[in-house]
Structures are given as structure tokens and as C-alpha cells.
């Protein structure tokens, strides 16, 4: 009988000290993980994801009007030179021979709502001739010039000011001719009734040689929206 209890005895005590070895349940054991909220990314992650993402490509402008000197007859160009008419080229376009910085083609009866044109784009080459032959090169800088109803027509004087001027984007790289992209919209003075634009081919100083001279030739001149 002795014996009996004391392997009673023993079995309860191992029991006991089972069940204290497991230890106390703890709060992430009292709380089933399926209800758990996911933690909210840091702002790096956020940054990081950002990043990742392909930029939205821009969205395409449509074509108000444009001059193709490709395809237009001379007399439909509408543009000419800045004292003097623009002349076509054998190679297709229309050419300008440049007497000095700042010329370029000339647009003198516009009569397009400033409102209607968002940018300008002009495609151009520009090169050296005379000498020994022809030379590409690029410009410094290509302005766009614009004149208002109200700041007078192109023809009675110069109604070109500098308060009134976009400088170009900087075109990528293209075989000869280059497009030039002016964005005008949100500029404070293109508004009301453009009356005149003006293209400034600004040459680079220094590469002229004895009886060579730059030469511009026209592609195509593009009001966009």
C-alpha cells in the first residue's frame, strides 16, 4: 500500500513540474497572428518605391500649325530673313545666309491666339560655308522673340523686345538638322494676339575664316499645343 502511494505521489509531482517548464502563455501567444495589422512602410521604403517606378512618359503635343520648307513653295513659306528673303535650298528647306549674330527667320503676319500655342519648335541646321568646303556646327543659343497687337507688326519698326523672349531647350543629338523646342506657355507676356515671331540663331564666335560665312537651313518651323 506504501508503495502504491508513493508512485502516486510521484506521478503528480512530475505532472506539475511538466506543466511549469512550459511557461505562462504570453500576449503574442494570446493574439492569433492571421488579425495582425502589417506595419506601414517607413518613408525610405516609400522613397525607394517611388523611385522604382517608370517616370510618366509626357504627353504628346498636337501640331496647330507649321511651315514645312521641305514641301511648302517658296512663295507659301510666309517667313523670311531679317532684312533679307529666304532663299531654296538644292538640298531641300529654306536657307539664310547670317550677316551677323542674332539673325534669323522672321514670321511678320502671325496672327495666332496666344492661347492656342503652347511651344515652338523650330528644326534647323546651321553651317560654314565658303572656303574649303562645308562644315557643320552648332549654335550658342537659339532665342524666340514674339510680338503682341499691341506692341505693333513686324515691318513698322522692331517690335521685338527682350521682356518678350524664350531661350531654347537644349536639342539631343540628330544628324544635321536639330530640332529647337521654346516653351512658351505660362511665360507672363505671351498672351493676348501674337502678331510676329522672330527665330535669333546666336553663331559661335571664333570659327569664321576669310571669306566663309554661317549659313542656316530651315526644315520646319511647328506651333504646338
Known amino acids: 500500500m506504501r508503495a502504491?502511494?508513493?508512485?502516486?505521489?510521484?506521478?503528480?509531482?512530475?505532472?506539475?513540474?511538466?506543466g511549469c517548464s512550459?511557461?505562462?502563455?504570453?500576449?503574442?501567444?494570446?493574439?492569433?497572428?492571421?488579425?495582425?495589422?502589417?506595419?506601414?512602410?517607413?518613408?525610405?521604403?516609400?522613397?525607394?518605391?517611388?523611385?522604382?517606378?517608370?517616370?510618366?512618359?509626357?504627353?504628346?503635343?498636337?501640331?496647330?500649325?507649321?511651315?514645312?520648307?521641305?514641301?511648302?513653295e517658296a512663295g507659301k513659306w510666309e517667313w523670311t530673313g531679317r532684312g533679307k528673303q529666304l532663299r531654296e535650298a538644292k538640298t531641300g528647306g529654306a536657307y539664310l545666309d547670317l550677316d551677323g549674330d542674332g539673325a534669323g527667320p522672321v514670321l511678320r503676319n502671325?496672327?495666332?491666339?496666344?492661347?492656342?500655342?503652347?511651344?515652338?519648335?523650330?528644326?534647323?541646321?546651321?553651317?560654314?560655308?565658303?572656303?574649303?568646303?562645308?562644315?557643320?556646327?552648332?549654335p550658342d543659343?537659339?532665342?524666340?522673340?514674339?510680338?503682341r497687337s499691341e506692341d505693333g507688326k513686324p515691318g513698322k519698326?522692331?517690335?521685338?523686345?527682350?521682356?518678350?523672349?524664350?531661350?531654347?531647350?537644349?536639342?539631343?543629338?540628330?544628324?544635321?538638322?536639330k530640332a529647337y523646342r521654346f516653351n512658351v506657355a505660362g511665360h507672363p507676356r505671351w498672351n493676348g494676339q501674337i502678331e510676329g515671331l522672330c527665330v535669333a540663331v546666336n553663331v559661335p564666335e571664333g570659327k569664321l575664316k576669310k571669306g566663309e560665312r554661317f549659313r542656316i537651313i530651315l526644315h520646319k518651323i511647328e506651333l504646338l499645343k
Request: charged residues 30%; glycine residues 6%; hydrophobic residues 40%.
Open 110 to 138: 502671325a496672327n495666332v491666339p496666344a492661347k492656342e500655342v503652347d511651344a515652338v519648335r523650330v528644326t534647323f541646321s546651321l553651317d560654314i560655308r565658303g572656303g574649303t568646303g562645308v562644315t557643320e556646327v552648332d
Open 157 to 177: 519698326g522692331w517690335p521685338f523686345a527682350d521682356e518678350r523672349l524664350k531661350h531654347s531647350e537644349k536639342p539631343g543629338p540628330r544628324p544635321r538638322a
Open 22 to 72: 512550459k511557461g505562462a502563455p504570453t500576449k503574442d501567444d494570446a493574439q492569433p497572428t492571421a488579425g495582425r495589422p502589417k506595419p506601414k512602410p517607413s518613408a525610405k521604403q516609400d522613397v525607394a518605391e517611388a523611385a522604382s517606378k517608370p517616370a510618366a512618359k509626357p504627353k504628346p503635343m498636337k501640331v496647330v500649325k507649321e511651315w514645312d520648307f521641305t514641301k511648302l
Open 141 to 147: 543659343r537659339v532665342t524666340l522673340l514674339w510680338a
Open 4 to 18: 502504491l502511494l508513493r508512485v502516486a505521489v510521484c506521478v503528480v509531482v512530475a505532472a506539475f513540474l511538466c
